[in-house]
């Protein structure tokens, strides 16, 4: 599994309508707007341009047309402020799911695949809270069969699953569960800007 692999060019586009601030399941998500969510690497003190309403909801169906063509969905959650932020993350994640289909589950296989992406949503978020000061946002994108989660933080070290792992020992567990569940998952920084967003992808199954 690779630990430091970038993201590859289009990994993550702007979210589509309705993918940040309340979600299609009421779950509250700072950031506002699609415009004042900063893509990874990207310094959160950005000035953001004031936009009309109607300037705005052309330029959301714009980016929901783009990402409905590419087959690909984003949505985005800010832990600014919020408590319980790994329940928040896997209520967030839910709500996604059954949003592209994932959920509610048709086999044990569909089933088993959907609670994967939810471990591995609390799995990155407490890491982020037990070594980073907690999350700061969280991104998780459908593409075709794929969905991609990404935690970002501020934190400067590095995730890596304790070798040799051994199950009756505490802790250390979180990174070894994504790195058996996952595809494949790394962490990005880019210099000159604190913290890092650890990603993992996920398979549907066959």
Known sequence: MSTTRPFSPGDRGREPSGASGVSEGDVPATGGSDEGAPAAGTPDGDAVPSVSPEASEASEASEASVQAAAGRQVRRLGFAGQSGVVPLAR??????????????????????????????????????????????????????????????????????????????????????????????????????????TVWAELGAPA
């Not at 296989?109 to 471990?119: F, H, K, N, P, Y």
């Open 91 to 196: 209520d967030f994640a839910r709500q996604a799911l059954y949003a592209w289909g994932w959920l509610p589950a048709a086999t044990a296989d569909q089933r088993a695949a959907a609670e994967d992406v939810l471990l591995v949503v609390s799995e990155l978020v407490t890491n982020a809270c037990l070594h980073a000061e907690g999350p700061d946002e969280m991104w998780i994108a459908c593409d075709n069969k794929v969905i991609r989660i990404e935690v970002s933080d501020k934190g400067t070290g590095q995730p890596a699953p304790r070798t040799p792992h051994r199950a009756g020992r505490p802790g250390g567990h979180g990174m070894f569960i994504v790195q058996r569940l996952c595809l494949d998952w790394g962490v990005v920084r880019t210099p000159g800007v604190a913290g890092k």
